[in-house]
């Protein structure tokens, strides 16, 4: 961002001073502009674009957009925020055990099924577990493993669990296979967009009109290696072929983390999508 402005502001500059230069060279009357002058009208030009271009025509500086489109028959939001901070239903990948031993091993702490843990069943994860099993059903089960260390039942990617917590909602969905000798997990595009079909049916069966909020799943430590603007449009086309199904909830909201924001053009989304 700070490059971008400094591109802006020098581009002022040199505007502002081809200006001047070439109105003094043909008007009789010349403008008396110091160096501190053009600098100062150079920054009060350059912040006034850089905000008008972010907010109005580039879009750099958007958080939030909303997909108003004849495809869906619900209320899509794009933006930049904290998922644990949102109202409603949250979206937790997690691997196919729906393991929850937070060692980063088991489960990462930095992944959102660690965080998941660590912020509200940190010392209680037998509750956590209790929910899960009592939440899956046995047509998600793929098989009972054998394994020196965590939940031995397997299921399928796209299995959705409920978990709750206080007044928080949770809708737990298998995204990743688990190597169970190197524990390592991961996930590619058809994983990807199974975890997503589960999650929405699910969801249309839990939400009964409350938010749910879809994190950018596969961007991080699932490792699908897919780009997150097209993870953002595969999530969206994945709402699009339920809803034409039947209507998953009122809102559904796509959280996307802050530290993307280089790498989504949600204003692109939006022209696509709109």
């Given at each position: 961002?700070?490059?971008?402005?400094?591109?802006?502001?020098?581009s002022?500059?040199?505007?502002?001073?081809l200006?001047?230069?070439?109105?003094?060279?043909?008007?009789?009357?010349?403008?008396?502009c110091?160096?501190?002058?053009?600098i100062s009208i150079?920054?009060?030009?350059?912040i006034?674009?850089?905000?008008f271009?972010?907010?109005?025509?580039?879009g750099?500086?958007?958080q939030?957009i909303?997909v108003?489109?004849n495809?869906?028959?619900?209320k899509?939001?794009?933006?930049?925020?904290?998922?644990?901070?949102?109202?409603?239903?949250?979206?937790?990948?997690?691997n196919?055990?729906?393991?929850?031993i937070v060692?980063?091993k088991?489960?990462?702490s930095?992944?959102?099924?660690?965080?998941?843990?660590?912020?509200y069943?940190?010392?209680?994860?037998?509750?956590?577990?209790?929910q899960?099993?009592?939440?899956l059903s046995?047509?998600?089960?793929?098989?009972?493993?054998?394994?020196?260390s965590?939940?031995?039942n397997?299921?399928?990617?796209?299995?959705t669990?409920?978990a709750?917590k206080?007044?928080n909602?949770?809708?737990c969905v298998?995204?990743?296979k688990?190597?169970i000798?190197?524990?390592q997990?991961s996930?590619?595009?058809?994983?990807?967009?199974q975890?997503l079909?589960?999650?929405?049916i699910?969801?249309?069966?839990?939400?009964s009109?409350?938010?749910?909020?879809i994190?950018l799943?596969?961007s991080?430590l699932?490792?699908?290696?897919?780009?997150?603007?097209i993870?953002?449009?595969?999530?969206?086309?994945?709402?699009?072929?339920?809803?034409?199904?039947?209507k998953?909830?009122?809102?559904?909201?796509?959280?996307?983390?802050?530290?993307?924001?280089k790498?989504?053009?949600?204003?692109?989304?939006?022209?696509?999508?709109s």
């Amino acid at each position: 961002m700070l490059l971008s402005f400094g591109k802006t502001y020098l581009s002022c500059i040199g505007v502002i001073w081809l200006f001047v230069e070439m109105y003094n060279g043909l008007m009789p009357l010349s403008i008396n502009c110091s160096v501190w002058c053009l600098i100062s009208i150079a920054l009060i030009c350059s912040i006034l674009w850089f905000l008008f271009d972010g907010y109005f025509i580039g879009g750099s500086l958007k958080q939030t957009i909303v997909v108003n489109s004849n495809a869906f028959d619900t209320k899509v939001i794009i933006k930049f925020s904290d998922l644990f901070k949102q109202e409603g239903w949250k979206t937790i990948p997690v691997n196919e055990f729906f393991d929850s031993i937070v060692d980063d091993k088991h489960v990462s702490s930095k992944s959102l099924h660690g965080i998941l843990l660590k912020n509200y069943w940190n010392q209680n994860t037998e509750d956590w577990d209790q929910q899960i099993n009592s939440s899956l059903s046995d047509k998600d089960l793929i098989e009972k493993v054998s394994r020196n260390s965590g939940k031995l039942n397997r299921y399928k990617i796209g299995a959705t669990a409920i978990a709750k917590k206080d007044d928080n909602n949770f809708l737990c969905v298998a995204l990743t296979k688990t190597d169970i000798n190197t524990l390592q997990a991961s996930a590619g595009p058809i994983e990807l967009y199974q975890a997503l079909t589960g999650l929405l049916i699910k969801a249309r069966e839990v939400c009964s009109g409350s938010s749910l909020n879809i994190p950018l799943l596969g961007s991080g430590l699932s490792r699908t290696g897919i780009k997150a603007n097209i993870i953002v449009d595969l999530i969206l086309m994945a709402i699009f072929e339920e809803s034409k199904k039947s209507k998953i909830t009122e809102e559904i909201r796509i959280i996307l983390p802050t530290n993307k924001r280089k790498d989504i053009d949600i204003n692109t989304i939006h022209k696509n999508w709109s």
